[in-house]
Nanobody
Framework: QVQLVESAGGSVQPGGSPRLPCAASGNTLVISNMAWYRQAPGPECELVAGSTAGGSPSYPDSVKGRFTTSGDSAKNTVYLQMNSLKPEDTAVYYC???????????WGQGTQVTVSS
């Protein structure tokens, strides 16, 4: 069974640059689609990064130029690099992966990132 594990986020000062990992375990399939979402207090969940195999990642204006994604296929791990963080980036961040040969969508457990001085 596939599990996605996100490491603990934590508190970051404004302007900080943490990197969030999301490690997949339990299978040997190759990642085909990757996305990162965030949930701030309130009803809406925002997509902050998304990419498909062979395609360029896309980002909303709220994070464009500050957030980037990457992956390490050997470790079956993807990353969200966040730079120049602002207090409004405070949220729970979730990774979302799909794998070649599977129709399932998998979610990480979420990690809290708090931007505060």
């Amino acid at each position: 069974q596939v599990q996605l594990v996100e490491s603990a986020g934590g508190s970051v000062q404004p302007g900080g640059s943490p990197r969030l990992p999301c490690a997949a375990s339990g299978n040997t399939l190759v990642i085909s689609n990757m996305a990162w979402y965030r949930q701030a207090p309130g009803p809406e969940c925002e997509l902050v990064a998304g990419s498909t195999a062979g395609g360029s990642p896309s980002y909303p204006d709220s994070v464009k130029g500050r957030f980037t994604t990457s992956g390490d296929s050997a470790k079956n791990t993807v990353y969200l690099q966040m730079n120049s963080l602002k207090p409004e980036d405070t949220a729970v961040y979730y990774c979302n992966l799909r794998f070649w040969g599977s129709s399932e969508v998998y979610w990480g457990q979420g990690t809290q990132v708090t931007v505060s001085s």
